[in-house]
């Protein structure tokens, strides 16, 4: 179930990256848009932006519920291996933004990730009070000016942002692969800079979420002793999801033609975080209540390997994408379409989940998996399923 759940967050997390990020399409940079692009605007908008992260950082949460019941179990100290284990994701998010893509989620997720030790001896009631806390107060205030500008301005200014991402782009097309990496690196740190003060308290919010369920057993024989609890699940997020949606488009067609006063954008805020919340729960309930029947298991454990060895399918995909798309690859930036960028995101996922079939076959972690976990226990880790010895026969005389 876990597998599964993973996977399908990490397919909805490259179609938008793909789609804004890797594209250039958040920098201005797309080609004359046609029908079927307009209409894959509006399904990415909809349907994935923010969903699938949001399901991720669930997932997230979750795992870090799953080893200290694991570890109570065995009567283990958790504190020092979680410690170890940020430590070390942290240092391969850190080299995934150097060497390859600015746009990492693993490395503020290993930062956002020691928050939840705050948490560990509170009780879930405290959990979900503190999750909806640092999701939504945050996040309001940083919208209020007067607030968050002099936050801001203090790390980056107004000009200077703009000076990091006229050279980010100039590197991002340019066919040095050295000065692409020092571009990523500098405009990170930039991008971090303007939502810093709501973002890590948001993450944390996020894990506590997926932290409570996860003491709370939900997935337990693949979420089958809560199955009424995921069809309420499936029922208000889907509410909450058409909600969201409704004043998302009032925004864009109504709204975005007047000044709108800050309590209203106050407001939208909060009804937007409502409804990534909404979705993210809708789509988690969904593969639960399907994965009860036998023909949907089969079908959805295709893409199990994949969530099986997360970090490598993550980072394999920006392989891929900043090969595709920036100047010292094949230099697509800015000349694929919605539709397209659509098309292959759908066809590189296919392609991993392909991969990760063959290589579990052989190996019992993915190649980053065994890096990160090596580096976290100190010592190489068995890499290679064992083989079962050769059955023995007496032969009595």
């Keep these: 179930m876990l597998d599964v759940l993973r996977g399908f967050a990490l397919c909805g997390v490259l179609i938008g990256n793909l789609y804004w990020l890797y594209s250039g399409r958040a920098f201005g940079r797309q080609p004359e848009p046609h029908a079927l692009d307009v209409a894959v605007h509006w399904f990415v908008i909809v349907l994935v932006q923010s969903k699938a992260q949001t399901l991720l950082t669930f997932l997230f949460g979750l795992g870090f519920a799953v080893q200290l019941l694991r570890a109570h179990d065995r009567g283990e100290p958790v ?35 020691f928050g ?81 003060g709501w973002y890590y308290p948001w993450l944390v ?42 004043t998302m488009v009032i925004d864009v067609f109504v709204l975005d033609h007047y000044e709108v006063m800050l309590p209203a954008q106050l407001a939208l805020v909060a009804v937007h975080e409502l409804g990534y919340l909404g979705l993210a729960a809708a789509y988690m309930a969904s593969v639960v209540l399907l994965i009860q029947r036998p023909r949907w298991r089969r079908v959805l454990q295709i893409i199990a390997p994949a969530g099986r060895m ?32 659509l098309a292959l995101a759908v066809a590189i996922f296919a392609l991993e989940v392909a991969a990760c079939h063959l290589w579990l076959r052989r190996f019992r972690f993915g190649p980053l998996e065994w890096i990160w976990r090596t580096m976290v226990y100190l010592r190489p880790q068995p890499m290679r399923h064992a083989t079962p010895e050769p059955a023995t026969t007496t032969v009595t005389t």
């Design 79 to 113: 504190t020092g291996l979680y410690v170890r284990r940020l430590a070390a994701l942290l240092v391969i998010g850190a080299l995934h933004v150097f060497l390859l893509w600015w746009g990492d989620v693993t490395w503020t997720y290993a930062v956002a990730g």
């Design 205 to 246: 919010g996020r894990f506590l979420l997926g932290y409570v369920a996860g003491t709370q057993r939900w997935f337990d024989n693949d979420g089958a002793g809560h199955l009424a609890l995921f069809r309420k699940l499936l029922g208000y997020g889907l509410i909450a999801g058409a909600a969201a949606t409704t």
């Design 310 to 341: 997360p970090l490598t399918t993550y980072i394999a995909q920006s392989v891929i994408c900043t090969f595709l798309f920036y100047g010292w690859g094949l230099g697509w930036s800015g000349h694929v379409g919605a539709a397209g960028c």
């Design 116 to 196: 939840l030790l705050l948490f560990r001896r509170a009780s879930n009631r405290v959990r979900v009070a503190s999750a909806v806390i640092l999701m939504f107060v945050p996040q309001l205030l940083w919208r209020i000016p007067s607030i968050s500008l002099p936050l801001i301005t203090a790390f980056v200014g107004r000009s200077e942002m703009q000076h990091h991402v006229d050279q980010f782009l100039a590197a991002m097309h340019g066919p040095s692969y050295t000065a692409m990496m020092w571009a990523h690196l500098r405009f990170a740190l930039a991008f971090e800079a303007p939502i810093y």
